[in-house]
């Protein structure tokens, strides 16, 4: 069973701090995911990652950055945090190629909240 | 630029009855397509997938339909259960391509 674990459920940060959100799993994947989602904007793609210390920009990759130092591991940081980073963000893995159904399995979220 | 569309933010549906969740896409390089499910407070679920070489895929209650010509695709649940009340999410993947592009969700609410 994949398994992708985020360090916190909920986190309430202020403005300015800077923030880290840690994802593990547990599968040996390659890939690695970072999204935020948003009422009515859907999962919006911040970073993704192909291999260790590899990293491509997403969608809105503005106000992130991504740390991947071990295969297992995928950081998100907020450099400053801002009010508008307030949402849940979501770290997701799969297996590099064209192989199976291309699902990524999800970790169960992390609601960041910016005051 | 919204490339993969679901324009009913919400739906609600009786239980026992047909739910139809709807999904549009402009890009025609899209070359798979999945759907998730979302309960609050928790992250995406894989419900079931169709690769653009097939119109239709099923699996108990869920079945995908595809409709290359329209690019739109559709989710049909029957019956609809109240385990079923959640947020749903369509996907494409670019050929060639390792992310998936997400739509905006339809919430469905079963009714007791």
């Known amino acids: 069973d994949v398994k992708v674990t985020q360090s916190s459920r909920y986190l309430v940060k202020r403005t300015g701090e800077k923030v880290f959100l840690e994802c593990v799993q547990d599968?040996?994947?390659?890939?690695m995911f970072w999204y935020r989602q948003d009422p009515g904007l859907g999962l919006r793609l911040i970073y993704f990652?192909?291999?260790?210390?590899?990293?491509e920009k997403g969608d809105i990759p503005e106000g992130y950055s991504v740390s991947r130092e071990k295969k297992e591991r995928f950081s998100l940081i907020l450099e400053s945090a801002s009010t508008n980073q307030t949402s849940m963000y979501l770290c997701?893995?799969?297996?590099?190629?064209?192989?199976?159904?291309?699902?990524?399995?999800f970790g169960p979220g992390t609601r960041l909240t910016v005051t | 630029d919204q490339q993969v569309k679901q324009n009913s933010p919400s739906l609600s549906v009786q239980e026992g009855r047909i739910s139809i969740l709807n999904c549009d896409y402009t890009n025609s390089m899209f070359d798979y397509f999945l759907w998730y499910k979302k309960y609050p407070a928790e992250g995406p679920t894989f419900l079931i997938s169709?690769?653009?070489?097939?119109d239709k895929n099923e699996d108990g209650r869920f079945t995908v339909f595809l409709n290359k010509s329209a690019k739109h695709l559709s989710l049909h649940i029957v019956p609809s259960q109240p385990g079923d009340s959640a947020v749903y999410f369509c996907a494409a993947r670019g050929f060639g391509n390792e992310k998936l592009t997400f739509g905006t969700g339809t919430r469905l609410t079963i009714i007791p």
């Open positions: 599968m040996d994947h390659e890939n």
């Open positions: 169709i690769s653009s070489i097939k």
């Open positions: 997701a893995s799969r297996n590099r190629g064209p192989r199976g159904t291309y699902e990524q399995y």
């Open positions: 990652s192909y291999d260790v210390k590899m990293k």
